[in-house]
């Protein structure tokens, strides 16, 4: 099972080598690893159904209780097939939709990364393996938005995209800890075990918003859908398969996986039902006032994805069979209709819905396959999308409490959904052909087989449901939580009030359709309330925080090295203060101290006169060579307290600090009149203060009890552990030698900074000379 | 810059012996005062010392590479001697490994001495770096 998951990774990394040979007509082959991931996963069919579940484990770092653990149930094989399947196909169509473009070989390392990490969240039973594949399919998402790289546009919805799901992403990670505190494992199946003691908990809520907060970025619930419309700039093939069909349900798995731990409770059903309600109904609305036949399909996506999530808080048997049919329903016609969509842009090099009719004429399978998947997506029988309608509509009128509000919310849905679904799928393909697109031709049959497939499947399915209903339905349910063995899938339930919700959607719907034609007029009325759309107002924050860093930023860190260091003491000066203020007995105890000799009396009279010297001298070069002074008598002063360790460091580092000035020298004006008589002033008092504060400090700690453990640890063992007399070095190569390595890594980072800043310096000064040069000549020629 | 013929002839002489005394540092670091980052100082003073006498040029000619490869080299043999017990004997990361019998001179032999000598050659590789980098743009 690693295999497999680890397969789309490694074929990119693959690509990475051998990327040009799979830019021509060998780019199909990208095809068969998808391919053959859907059989091996095929293969599962068979004991899932017979109710087995099967787990692989892998130690990563056992004593966190962090594995790679796998689990494959009917919930994570209906995703795997989806993920492999829907995969081939999109890999297959991209080969024609994207042939001969520059960087095909980069898209399908894209593709195939994100197939891995997608494969690697619905199979990952340990919730920090979880969350590292949920991460990869975010930023994996982001490469394959933003890949035209040319176009600003793209890139602001890929770091939009990138954004929202990432904070979701952390938002999952915070939920695994807090879920991991109290119950002590990552393992999901194992917290299946725990669910009356995670839901009695006090973190409960907390728990809950948690994962909530993780599955509505994902799946683009209100008020985080907006990403999802922007992630439209990507390719078609990008939209089909990780914005409609996949990643973008890994939300909503999320919600399923954890229904059987954390669900059943008020809180989670009624904001489960609230938010996709509210999400499905409002994005199902926006679909009539958009245009772009991609922007009406993303409203919709966002739309049906609400739909999985209210019914997902539903809560009942009902609702979670409703929800799984409805996964493979909107899977199937919603892929066919992407694709629909991208084979018209290709051949017509337009989206706008206005301008599309009578494409039939010229593309007839792409046409079935189109209106195909409109007729599944508006639930007319004998699609299985009329199944799912039923069983959705089935699910809201025996919900226990407001079965009437929720009714008419589902069906205003569907309503609308039904209109989206025959603008996308049957209008272009309808109708008087326009003038400019009379020329059109044909597309590849790689382009059009797979929507075609698709769309067939949408209606054998429908005919006999059977098919899916033991492999696929049944243990998904069961998955959730629910006995799933009284479930039978039927095209037919009989004539009913559900019956006859049924004819009215769909004939209000037809209405709708022939009734309210998508125009300018109304996609500039919505446009119009831009202004209170959750989109803009993130924006309008973004700026808002941008400008407030900047001015942090400018303030605390405005280059100049002396603010640095005075902000820096400052803030030690006022937190160090306060605390002494507080707890400081301002005693001395004047035993503990050690006699003063007539060298420690003289060293500190030259250390003074040399502090004296570097204020208020006039020459920097005095100044420096002052410092220098400074530092040996600091030097003297460890002498005389036996630390010539400390000694011979500081005697080298104080040469070495003088020489660096000296060079530095050369670089700066002669004259030292840097700072007027009020910053001295300042300066004075603010470094007096600080003296004054670590004087005391330091007399302090003399009277206090002290623990000398570590340092009797340290010469005790230092001979013995580590074969060394001299316990300082001891402990920078061996006790702490971890430390030393990391704090060589730092200086050597240090060094490479600097070479890099005055080489890049210099390098411009060249550059400007050759500019020079350059403009000179063109003058003389004139 | 312009220097008076004691310091040229001096610096010659004190180099090699500034060296000497810095791998001296650097190896009686475990029982004395001395220690990887002192000797790496002070080789990077006996090599800037020279550099004020000579000129810049003349010191990297007698370098021949340039000091900057110093890093990646203490860090790989700092890393390598950590790495040793786990690769070796399964033992814990920068676990102490030790000769049995000292050798002449060096006394007994262990991991850390390997450790030492790589922070010795990326102190020197740091100073040397950043002083060098320094005056060439000065």
């Given at each position: 099972m690693l295999t497999a998951i680890l397969t789309g990774f490694l074929f990119s990394i693959f690509l990475v080598f051998v990327g040009r040979f799979f830019?021509?007509?060998?780019?199909?082959?990208?095809s068969l690893v998808p391919l053959g991931l859907f059989i091996y996963f095929t293969q599962f069919i068979a004991p899932v159904t017979n109710g087995e579940v099967i787990m692989r484990n892998f130690e990563w770092i056992p004593s966190f209780g962090v594995d790679l653990g796998f689990k494959l149930d009917g919930l994570s094989l209906l995703f795997s097939l989806m993920i492999t399947g829907i995969g081939f196909l999109v890999f297959a169509y991209t080969s024609s939709y994207l042939?001969?473009?520059?960087y095909l070989d980069r898209f399908y390392g894209y593709l195939a990364s994100f197939m891995g990490a997608m494969l690697g969240l619905v199979l990952a039973d340990n919730m920090i393996t979880l969350f590292v594949f949920w991460e990869l399919t975010s930023i994996s998402s982001f490469f394959l938005i933003g890949f035209?790289?040319?176009?600003p546009a793209s890139r602001k919805s890929a770091m939009t995209a990138l954004g929202i799901t990432g904070i979701g992403g952390l938002f999952l990670l915070a939920g695994a800890l807090l879920i991991n505190n109290i119950t002590?494992?990552?393992?999901i199946s194992e917290m299946l075990t725990m669910s009356e003691a995670i839901r009695g908990n006090e973190f409960y809520f907390l728990m809950v918003i948690f994962i909530f907060g993780a599955a509505f970025t994902k799946s683009a619930q209100?008020?985080?859908?907006?990403w999802l419309p922007g992630a439209m700039k990507a390719p078609t093939p990008v939209s089909t398969y990780?914005?409609?069909?996949t990643m973008v349900k890994a939300g909503v798995y999320l919600l399923m996986r954890f229904t059987p731990v954390l669900g059943g409770e008020n809180i989670w059903n009624y904001t489960l039902i609230a938010v996709g309600g509210f999400t499905m109904l409002y994005s199902a609305v926006h679909?009539?006032?958009?245009?772009?036949l991609k922007g009406i399909l993303a409203y919709s996506t966002i739309s049906a994805l609400g739909i999985l999530v209210f019914l997902t808080g539903l809560g009942t048997k009902e609702a979670f069979l409703a929800a799984a049919v409805f996964i493979i329903v909107h899977a199937l016609y919603k892929a066919t209709l992407f694709l629909v969509t991208g084979i018209i842009d290709h051949q017509t090099?337009?989206?706008d819905v206005k301008r599309l009719a009578g494409l039939n004429k010229i593309m007839l399978p792409v046409g079935i396959a189109g209106i195909l998947a409109a007729i599944s997506s508006a639930g007319?029988?004998?699609?299985i999308g009329f199944v799912g309608k039923e069983l959705t509509y089935e699910s809201a009128l025996h919900y226990e409490s407001l079965a009437i509000f929720l009714m008419i919310g589902i069906v205003l849905t569907k309503i609308f959904l039904l209109y989206a679904g025959f603008v996308a799928g049957i209008k272009p393909f309808v109708g008087k052909l326009p003038e400019e697109h009379e020329n059109v031709k044909m597309p590849g049959f790689l382009m059009w087989g797979p929507p075609l497939l698709l769309a067939s499947l949408g209606v054998l399915f429908g005919v006999a449901p059977f098919i899916i209903?033991?492999?696929?339905i049944k243990p998904v349910v069961t998955a959730m939580g629910?006995?799933?063995?009284e479930i039978h899938l039927a095209l037919w339930h009989g004539f009913n009030i559900v019956f006859i919700l049924s004819l009215i959607t769909i004939g209000v719907g037809t209405a709708m359709y022939f009734m309210i034609k998508p125009s300018k007029k109304l996609e500039n009325g919505i446009a119009r309330l831009d202004f209170i759309s959750p989109e803009n107002i993130l924006e309008q924050f973004n700026k808002i925080f941008v400008s407030v860093s900047n001015f942090w930023t400018n303030f605390?860190?405005?280059?100049y090295l002396r603010n640095y260091i005075s902000i820096i003491i400052l803030f030690l000066v006022v937190l160090v203060g306060y605390i002494m203020i507080n707890e400081?007995?301002?005693?001395?105890?004047?035993?503990?101290l050690s006699k003063i000799t007539v060298y420690e009396i003289t060293t500190t009279l030259i250390l003074i006169a040399g502090i004296f010297y570097t204020v208020f001298t006039d020459s920097r070069l005095a100044a420096v060579a002052a410092m220098g002074v400074v530092g040996l008598s600091i030097c003297l002063i460890f002498v005389f307290y036996s630390a010539p360790d400390l000694a011979m460091t500081q005697f080298s580092i104080d040469t070495l600090t003088v020489i660096l000035f000296v060079l530095v020298l050369y670089k700066l004006?002669?004259?030292?009149?840097?700072?007027?008589y009020k910053t001295r002033v300042r300066d004075g008092i603010l470094s007096t203060i600080f003296g004054l504060i670590v004087t005391t400090l330091a007399l302090e700690v003399l009277s206090e009890p002290v623990s000398k453990e570590v340092g009797e640890f340290y010469a005790a063992n230092s001979y013995i552990?580590?074969?060394?007399?001299n316990v300082v070095n001891v402990i920078l190569v061996d006790f702490r030698g971890a430390d030393t390595l990391i704090e060589i890594s730092v200086l050597s980072i240090a060094a490479v900074g600097v070479f890099g800043l005055m080489k890049l310096r210099l390098k411009m000064k060249d550059r400007r000379r050759y500019a020079d040069r350059s403009l000179n000549e063109e003058n003389l020629k004139k | 810059m312009r220097t008076t013929i004691i310091l040229k002839t001096a610096s010659n002489y004190l180099l090699p012996v500034l060296l000497v005394f810095s791998i001296f540092i650097l190896l009686r670091g475990h029982y004395l005062p001395g220690g990887g980052f002192v000797g790496g100082l002070i080789a990077s003073i006996a090599f800037i010392l020279h550099s004020f006498a000579n000129g810049l040029n003349k010191t990297k000619e007698l370098l021949i590479?340039?000091?900057?490869?110093l890093l990646p080299l203490g860090l790989a043999i700092s890393f390598l001697s950590g790495l040793a017990p786990v690769a070796l004997?399964?033992?814990?990361?920068?676990t102490g490994l030790w000769s049995h019998d000292p050798i002449a001179i060096l006394g007994s032999v262990g991991s850390a001495l390997f450790f030492d000598i790589g922070v010795y050659l990326v102190v020197n590789g740091v100073t040397l770096t950043i002083i060098f980098t320094i005056s060439e743009s000065a």
């Amino acid at each position: 099972m690693l295999t497999a998951i680890l397969t789309g990774f490694l074929f990119s990394i693959f690509l990475v080598f051998v990327g040009r040979f799979f830019k021509g007509k060998l780019s199909i082959l990208a095809s068969l690893v998808p391919l053959g991931l859907f059989i091996y996963f095929t293969q599962f069919i068979a004991p899932v159904t017979n109710g087995e579940v099967i787990m692989r484990n892998f130690e990563w770092i056992p004593s966190f209780g962090v594995d790679l653990g796998f689990k494959l149930d009917g919930l994570s094989l209906l995703f795997s097939l989806m993920i492999t399947g829907i995969g081939f196909l999109v890999f297959a169509y991209t080969s024609s939709y994207l042939k001969g473009h520059e960087y095909l070989d980069r898209f399908y390392g894209y593709l195939a990364s994100f197939m891995g990490a997608m494969l690697g969240l619905v199979l990952a039973d340990n919730m920090i393996t979880l969350f590292v594949f949920w991460e990869l399919t975010s930023i994996s998402s982001f490469f394959l938005i933003g890949f035209n790289n040319t176009n600003p546009a793209s890139r602001k919805s890929a770091m939009t995209a990138l954004g929202i799901t990432g904070i979701g992403g952390l938002f999952l990670l915070a939920g695994a800890l807090l879920i991991n505190n109290i119950t002590g494992t990552y393992s999901i199946s194992e917290m299946l075990t725990m669910s009356e003691a995670i839901r009695g908990n006090e973190f409960y809520f907390l728990m809950v918003i948690f994962i909530f907060g993780a599955a509505f970025t994902k799946s683009a619930q209100f008020p985080f859908h907006f990403w999802l419309p922007g992630a439209m700039k990507a390719p078609t093939p990008v939209s089909t398969y990780l914005h409609s069909a996949t990643m973008v349900k890994a939300g909503v798995y999320l919600l399923m996986r954890f229904t059987p731990v954390l669900g059943g409770e008020n809180i989670w059903n009624y904001t489960l039902i609230a938010v996709g309600g509210f999400t499905m109904l409002y994005s199902a609305v926006h679909t009539i006032f958009r245009t772009d036949l991609k922007g009406i399909l993303a409203y919709s996506t966002i739309s049906a994805l609400g739909i999985l999530v209210f019914l997902t808080g539903l809560g009942t048997k009902e609702a979670f069979l409703a929800a799984a049919v409805f996964i493979i329903v909107h899977a199937l016609y919603k892929a066919t209709l992407f694709l629909v969509t991208g084979i018209i842009d290709h051949q017509t090099h337009t989206r706008d819905v206005k301008r599309l009719a009578g494409l039939n004429k010229i593309m007839l399978p792409v046409g079935i396959a189109g209106i195909l998947a409109a007729i599944s997506s508006a639930g007319i029988p004998p699609t299985i999308g009329f199944v799912g309608k039923e069983l959705t509509y089935e699910s809201a009128l025996h919900y226990e409490s407001l079965a009437i509000f929720l009714m008419i919310g589902i069906v205003l849905t569907k309503i609308f959904l039904l209109y989206a679904g025959f603008v996308a799928g049957i209008k272009p393909f309808v109708g008087k052909l326009p003038e400019e697109h009379e020329n059109v031709k044909m597309p590849g049959f790689l382009m059009w087989g797979p929507p075609l497939l698709l769309a067939s499947l949408g209606v054998l399915f429908g005919v006999a449901p059977f098919i899916i209903e033991s492999a696929l339905i049944k243990p998904v349910v069961t998955a959730m939580g629910a006995d799933a063995s009284e479930i039978h899938l039927a095209l037919w339930h009989g004539f009913n009030i559900v019956f006859i919700l049924s004819l009215i959607t769909i004939g209000v719907g037809t209405a709708m359709y022939f009734m309210i034609k998508p125009s300018k007029k109304l996609e500039n009325g919505i446009a119009r309330l831009d202004f209170i759309s959750p989109e803009n107002i993130l924006e309008q924050f973004n700026k808002i925080f941008v400008s407030v860093s900047n001015f942090w930023t400018n303030f605390f860190q405005n280059g100049y090295l002396r603010n640095y260091i005075s902000i820096i003491i400052l803030f030690l000066v006022v937190l160090v203060g306060y605390i002494m203020i507080n707890e400081t007995r301002f005693t001395i105890d004047y035993n503990s101290l050690s006699k003063i000799t007539v060298y420690e009396i003289t060293t500190t009279l030259i250390l003074i006169a040399g502090i004296f010297y570097t204020v208020f001298t006039d020459s920097r070069l005095a100044a420096v060579a002052a410092m220098g002074v400074v530092g040996l008598s600091i030097c003297l002063i460890f002498v005389f307290y036996s630390a010539p360790d400390l000694a011979m460091t500081q005697f080298s580092i104080d040469t070495l600090t003088v020489i660096l000035f000296v060079l530095v020298l050369y670089k700066l004006p002669k004259y030292l009149k840097l700072s007027d008589y009020k910053t001295r002033v300042r300066d004075g008092i603010l470094s007096t203060i600080f003296g004054l504060i670590v004087t005391t400090l330091a007399l302090e700690v003399l009277s206090e009890p002290v623990s000398k453990e570590v340092g009797e640890f340290y010469a005790a063992n230092s001979y013995i552990e580590a074969h060394g007399k001299n316990v300082v070095n001891v402990i920078l190569v061996d006790f702490r030698g971890a430390d030393t390595l990391i704090e060589i890594s730092v200086l050597s980072i240090a060094a490479v900074g600097v070479f890099g800043l005055m080489k890049l310096r210099l390098k411009m000064k060249d550059r400007r000379r050759y500019a020079d040069r350059s403009l000179n000549e063109e003058n003389l020629k004139k | 810059m312009r220097t008076t013929i004691i310091l040229k002839t001096a610096s010659n002489y004190l180099l090699p012996v500034l060296l000497v005394f810095s791998i001296f540092i650097l190896l009686r670091g475990h029982y004395l005062p001395g220690g990887g980052f002192v000797g790496g100082l002070i080789a990077s003073i006996a090599f800037i010392l020279h550099s004020f006498a000579n000129g810049l040029n003349k010191t990297k000619e007698l370098l021949i590479m340039h000091p900057g490869f110093l890093l990646p080299l203490g860090l790989a043999i700092s890393f390598l001697s950590g790495l040793a017990p786990v690769a070796l004997f399964d033992l814990p990361f920068m676990t102490g490994l030790w000769s049995h019998d000292p050798i002449a001179i060096l006394g007994s032999v262990g991991s850390a001495l390997f450790f030492d000598i790589g922070v010795y050659l990326v102190v020197n590789g740091v100073t040397l770096t950043i002083i060098f980098t320094i005056s060439e743009s000065a």
